[in-house]
């Protein structure tokens, strides 16, 4: 972006994942979760200040699509095969 790298990172442990987010002051971004079920997300503790941050947020075919502000975020959550039925 214009005031910064926006960085991702991420692991896969079984059906956990585990991603890190940067986004720069000023700065929004979309993020997605991929695998990511959105009640699961609405109801996990470890999300708690991604959606705090989120602006929008949405279940879609890859997963959960957030458009977050700047911050930084560490996420974990379950990796759902049938996403889209899940829940």
Do not use: F
Not at 29 to 48: H, I
Not at 64 to 79: A, D, K, P, R
């Amino acid at each position: 972006s214009l005031y910064g790298m926006i960085e991702t990172g991420w692991r896969r442990k079984d059906s956990t994942m585990h991603m890190h987010i940067l986004i720069p002051a000023n700065t929004t971004a979309m993020v997605v979760l991929p695998g990511a079920n959105l009640q699961a997300v609405l109801d996990n503790p470890m999300c708690e200040d991604l959606r705090a941050a989120a602006q929008i947020m949405e279940q879609t075919a890859e997963g959960v699509q957030l458009e977050i502000g700047s911050g930084e975020y560490t996420v974990e959550y379950c990796i759902y095969e049938n996403y889209e039925s899940a829940g």
